[in-house]
C-alpha cells in the first residue's frame, strides 16, 4: 500500500569521502540530562560546544598524552 514505508537513504557522496566529517566528541550533560557532540575549533587545540538546554559552556582540550575516547560526561 503507498505510503505506508518510509525509505530513507543518503547519497552524501563516493565512499572514499564517507566517514570523515568534522571532529567531534559525544557529550552526555549532566546539567539538564541531554546528549550532544561538540566539534573542534578551527585552530584544533580543543573540542568546545555548550548545553542545548541551559547554555553551560564546554571545553576539552587537544594535545598529546591525551585518550582515544569520544564520549564523556560534563558534570
Request: charged share 25%.
Amino acid at each position: 500500500m503507498p505510503g505506508e514505508n518510509l525509505d530513507l537513504i543518503s547519497d552524501s557522496g563516493p565512499p572514499e569521502r564517507m566517514g570523515r566529517g568534522r571532529r567531534f566528541l559525544g557529550i552526555q550533560f549532566a546539567c539538564c540530562d541531554v546528549y550532544t557532540r561538540i566539534y573542534a575549533n578551527r585552530e584544533g587545540t580543543a573540542y568546545e560546544g555548550n548545553c542545548p538546554k541551559c547554555g553551560r559552556r564546554v571545553r576539552v582540550g587537544i594535545g598529546p598524552g591525551g585518550t582515544d575516547a569520544r564520549f564523556f560526561t560534563a558534570y
